[in-house]
């Protein structure tokens, strides 16, 4: 058993065969020392590592890649996501090294802007128009 200390200070209990998903774990998950202390995770809030572990949880013991990956599981999980979370699980999962998840919701993001204008990403991404006319600007002056 490996306990996580969230950057909101919220503790979850993790099963090792959970736990070794996340590269930035699996050392300590593998390490059988009784007097592991809790493992601070500075960079991940409580709410974005419970969506992390729904998804750990899923591939349980599958800490080896390729993954078999559970293909209408991952459409639903990375689906489902709100685009902030979406991209806050992309960064928890390049910190805490899970590959397979990062790719997952980095598909994702890409199915979501396949075909669209760039107007149209903007809005669906909610970004200023004007900041983009004076990137574009700006990559056209290079």
Not at 23 to 48: C, K, M, W, Y
Not at 63 to 76: E, F, G, I
Not at 119 to 124: K, R, S, T
Request: glycine share 4%.
């Amino acid at each position: 058993m490996l306990t996580v200390v969230t950057s909101d200070d919220v503790r979850f209990a993790l099963e090792d065969d959970v736990a070794v998903q996340a590269g930035l774990l699996r050392d300590f998950a593998t390490n059988d020392d009784p007097t592991r202390e809790d493992i601070p995770l500075q960079a991940v809030t409580s709410d974005v590592f419970r969506k992390v572990l729904e998804y750990c949880e899923h591939y349980r013991g599958q800490a080896s890649l390729p993954l078999t990956p559970d293909q209408a599981w991952n459409d639903s999980y990375a689906g489902g996501l709100e685009h902030d979370m979406l991209f806050r699980v992309i960064r928890a999962a390049k910190y805490l090294e899970i590959v397979p998840l990062q790719d997952m919701c980095c598909r994702q993001v890409a199915k979501m802007i396949i075909g669209k204008t760039p107007e149209e990403i903007q809005v669906l991404f909610n970004l200023p128009v004007q900041r983009m006319k004076t990137q574009n600007a700006q990559v056209g002056r290079s």
